[in-house]
């Protein structure tokens, strides 16, 4: 349900803009945005943004990444800049929404990935 694109290879100090978009799901989505993960480390938060725009970066990447995106296009973006060796790593679109039955529940939807290599 998540198409996202943008990875790719750049030097220390490039840019990238990824993009992750809905890909014909019927469901508004709550929350958008990225988590990563490199080889032998644990899947971490990037940025996401939720609803209404409050938005929320992980420490390694305040700075120089900004998370954007439209409610009404269930679409997000994330604009990397002066990136590091570091960043390498596959980055995950990450979504999820919210629904009642008899009572409130949360629903995970995650991309297929996208690879990030920065290397000279």
């Known amino acids: 349900q998540l198409q996202a694109s943008g990875g790719g290879l750049v030097q220390p100090g490039g840019s990238l803009r990824l993009s992750c978009a809905n890909s014909g799901s019927v469901v508004n989505f709550n929350m958008m945005g990225w988590y990563r993960q490199a080889p032998g480390m644990e899947r971490e938060l990037v940025a996401t943004r939720s609803f209404g725009g409050s938005i929320v970066y992980g420490d390694s990447v305040k700075g120089r990444f900004a998370i954007s995106g439209e409610d009404a296009q269930n679409e997000v973006f994330l604009q990397m800049n002066n990136l590091k060796p570091e960043d390498t790593a596959v980055y995950y679109c990450?979504?999820?929404?919210?629904?009642?039955?008899?009572?409130?529940?949360?629903?995970?939807?995650w991309g297929q990935g996208t690879q990030v290599t920065v290397s000279s």
């Open positions: 990450y979504a999820d929404s919210l629904h009642y039955s008899t009572s409130w529940y949360k629903i995970d939807y």
